[in-house]
């Protein structure tokens, strides 16, 4: 494996276990049920309003993150890549909570992430067809995983807790596990589907800043 190839997996990994605990896990919570409160299942304006603004800021740093990621392996992506971000994901997480409820306003907005980046991602790999089903299944993975984890200490542990530390510990322990599942099912899946060739790796570690002292 080439040098290149094994920074874009290790970053992938280290972007992605920061990302998703950082951004649901923390950041949500706050967004969300900080400047809000608590609600039932019918939200108020201004509860709709903070939890889309919460999603939003979700996708657009992990879609930008992506992208950023990608470029490392010379993949270049556009900033034009996460419209459908912002308008499929969120449309999906409230259809889910509005029908079925939790969990699974949480279910559809991993699919819809697995969905997109399995068509935007496929001209990238080896097998686009294969990479199609790996990516919705390693999305399915991760969010039955944060569902399982997540809402099974929430009605084990959490349920009783006060405000905002109940919704810390609930999206902390949904978000752990799906950003395990992500960030190291997908580097198994990328290191075998993503190419990189030696001339493309030669020429990206020339634009290293470290290239000229190597």
């Known amino acids: 494996m080439n ?25 949500h919570p706050l967004i969300a049920h900080g400047f809000t409160g ?3 299942k019918l939200l108020t304006t201004p509860q709709f309003i903070m939890h889309s603004v919460s999603i939003f800021t979700f996708v657009i740093v992990m879609a930008v993150t992506r992208n950023n990621l990608f470029e490392i392996a010379g993949k270049k992506k556009g900033f034009a890549d996460i419209w459908p971000f912002l308008v499929f994901t969120p449309a999906v997480f409230w259809l889910g909570y509005y029908t079925l409820y939790v969990p699974f306003d949480i279910l559809f907005m991993f699919l819809s992430i697995g969905i997109i980046n399995a068509i935007q991602l496929r001209k990238f790999v080896k097998s686009p067809t294969r990479w199609i089903w790996q990516c919705i299944l ?8 944060g569902i399982l984890i997540g809402l099974g200490a929430y009605l084990r542990f959490y349920k009783n807790f006060h405000g905002l530390s109940r919704d810390f510990a609930t999206w902390i322990s949904i978000s ?5 599942v992500v960030a190291y099912y997908f580097r198994f899946i990328l290191s075998k589907q993503i190419v990189i060739n030696d001339r493309q790796d030669k020429i990206l570690k020339d634009k290293s800043p470290y290239a000229a002292v190597a």
Request: aromatic residues 10%; neutral net charge; hydrophobic residues 55%.
């Open 138 to 145: 390693g999305y399915l993975l991760a969010a039955v995983a």
């Open 3 to 27: 040098t290149t190839k094994t920074m874009f997996l290790q970053k992938w990994v280290t972007a992605t276990l920061i990302v998703y605990p950082a951004l649901l896990g923390i950041l």
């Open 38 to 40: 608590d609600h039932d």
């Open 176 to 180: 752990t596990p799906a950003a395990i």
